[in-house]
């Protein structure tokens, strides 16, 4: 595939200009007869030749720079017009959820807290792609986004971790887990009451150096962030999927471009994973009929089982873990009719819990 053209000329010729001007060759070889226009034309093209061809838009964590990374060599290894040095460009992105720490994400806005600056760069045209955790990608998307790509899913599975204990069930009573996670947070007090769960956020390395110091007793994180960070050795131990249902799409890397962009959506296509593409969709559509935000305690978790059909369960639950609705459903991995479970299933789990249990948590 040819590159596309210069973004803007203009900044390409800005660029040749002061290249030319403080050219340590012209300097070197002052009796060297030579044509400045040549020469501009020369440097200019060199110049353009550098201009990426993908900028992918990202937030700063390491986890977020490590999923960055993965698309990035993803996409080099796929066209070889990418492998280039300098094809690929990965911007940082700050977010509203990463500037604002101190408090539960429920009271700063909900959803869209990780992806909102990046969706507006993308929009703007200052990036091309943007690369997301898809457990923080709301259920809709901007009007003129979309988003073609899921990469390959990392392992689903929450992971332990704690000095003192192999497993939540071995805290003692009274013992502090530090989550920001209402669907964590839900699901730890449902099976283990004596426990007390606090808001705990950050990124990985801010958790794990938190829980050293001792300001709480164990924490749970995404193992598939572990993974790819390569920390996995963190780990105390990896809960089940029955302990510990997943959140929506939780290891699943999603990848948007603008609607409009052909090249993007090209690029993007030759990386997508089918598998995950259905499972995450499915997931979502169970999350938009239950209209989820971070106030909701909502989990699900869609697979491929061994006869190649999907599985799916879903969980919707109170804060306090005092009330937990589940379901589950089965059926042929296929995109019509896994949307169709996942909102079946939202759509069943929302009619046992009545309008009620909504309205008191807001």
Known sequence: MPPPPPRCAAAATTTAHHSLLGSPTCLARP?????????????????????????????????????????RDKLKAAHSELAEEGAVEIVII????????????????????????????????????????????????????????????????????????????????????????????????????????????????????????????ATLLALAGLKRLNMAETATSVLSVEEMLPAVAQGAIGIACRSNDDTMMNYL???????????????????SVLDGNCRTPIAAYASRDKDGNCSFRGLLASPDGSTVYETSRTGPYDFDIMVEMGKDAGHELKAKAGPGFFDSLQ
């Open 31 to 71: 009796r060297r007869r030579c044509c400045p226009v040549r020469a501009a034309v020369a440097v200019q093209a060199e110049a353009q030749a550098k201009v990426s061809l993908i900028r992918i838009g990202t937030r700063g964590s390491p986890l977020a720079l490590a999923q960055a990374h993965e698309t």
């Open 94 to 217: 700050k977010t509203t959820g990463d500037m604002i720490l101190d408090k539960p994400l429920a009271d700063i806005g909900g959803k869209g807290l990780f992806t909102k600056e990046i969706d507006d760069a993308l929009l703007q045209g200052r990036i091309d792609i943007a690369v997301h955790s898809m457990k923080d990608v709301p259920t809709y998307l901007p009007e003129g986004t979309i988003l073609p790509c899921n990469l390959p899913r990392e392992d689903v599975r929450d992971a332990f971790i704690c000095l003192t204990a192999n497993s939540l069930a071995e805290l003692p009573a009274g013992s502090v887990v530090g989550s920001a996670s209402l669907r964590r947070q839900s699901q730890i007090l449902y099976k283990y009451p004596s426990l007390k769960v606090v808001n705990f956020r950050g990124n990985v390395q801010t958790r794990l150096r938190k829980l050293k110091e001792g300001d709480v007793h």
């Open 269 to 287: 296509s030759s990386l997508n994973h089918e598998d995950t593409r259905l499972a995450v969709a499915c997931e979502r559509e169970f999350l």
